[in-house]
């Protein structure tokens, strides 16, 4: 999974008064009426981790066994190449149609394979040109993401956030000397997800469009931004060094 470098925090940090006695009621260590507010965000990227490829066969023939031959030849091979080189079963739906024309029988396949290995993807499709040439006809690669892939993205760029606004509120305490305590709220305020996109002028032309471009394309980007208070515990103390 991609990581994008973190962008500058939002960060403001206040101290603010509490009532008398209000830190002793919470059982905190920290001095009463003693907070750091702070708020920082976060971005992360993930790069899709699927790709669909779809294959169609196709065949027009006088005879209805000439037809079905034609294609079954040819399927059967497609089906083959894609297992021999480790894609599961599972990820490899066929589709069959088979109808009257005017001067015959027409037969026609659909093969989609679903791939998580992109190099593999490539290593099958160019087999596959190479072997059956023009009879078969690949379409580019539809490029997404596993909704795992998209849970784990979510929870990264969160974490990723809370965890800048506690460095950063660290950074606040120990600039005026003080010992950051525990957080006392952690709220996560704003979350955005887009896409990634390609040139302008290749926006409405996806045919045009190389891999790496559809790639980056697909690519989802996540940020978050979180705001926290954590109490802070008093000046930190420094031990006396023995000579």
């Keep these: 999974m991609a990581l994008l470098p973190l962008p500058p925090a939002r960060v403001f940090a206040e101290l603010l008064p509490q009532a008398a006695g209000e830190g002793r009621s919470r059982g905190r260590e920290a001095e009463p009426g ?6 920082g965000c976060a971005e992360r ?12 066969l196709g065949s027009t023939k006088g005879a209805a066994g000439e037809a079905r031959s034609s294609v079954s030849r040819r399927l059967d091979y497609v089906v083959h190449s894609a297992r021999q080189r480790g894609v599961p079963d ?3 739906t066929v589709t069959k149609d088979f109808s009257r024309v005017e001067n015959g029988y027409k037969m026609e396949a659909e093969v989609c394979i679903t791939f998580s290995d992109f190099e593999k993807m490539q290593n099958v499709c160019n087999l596959l040109i190479e072997k059956l040439g023009s009879s078969i006809n690949i379409s580019p690669p539809h490029f997404y ?10 929870c990264e760029v969160c974490l990723a956030a809370v965890e800048n606004t506690r460095q950063k509120a660290q950074e606040v305490c120990q600039l005026f000397g003080q010992a950051l305590g525990k957080p006392l709220l952690i709220r996560e305020e704003e979350t955005k997800e887009w896409e990634g996109q390609t040139d302008c002028h290749l ?18 980007y996540a940020s978050s931004r979180v705001f926290a208070i954590f109490e802070i515990k008093g000046k930190e ?7």
């Design 203 to 220: 926006s409405d032309s996806s045919d045009s469009l190389t891999m790496q471009q559809r790639i980056e394309r697909s690519t989802i």
């Design 237 to 243: 103390k420094r031990k006396n060094k023995l000579i």
């Design 145 to 154: 993401h596993a909704p795992e892939a998209v849970h784990t993205l979510r």
């Design 34 to 39: 003693r907070e750091v507010h702070v708020s």
């Design 45 to 56: 990227s993930a790069a899709p981790d699927r790709a669909r490829v779809r294959l169609r």
């Design 90 to 92: 599972k990820n490899v």
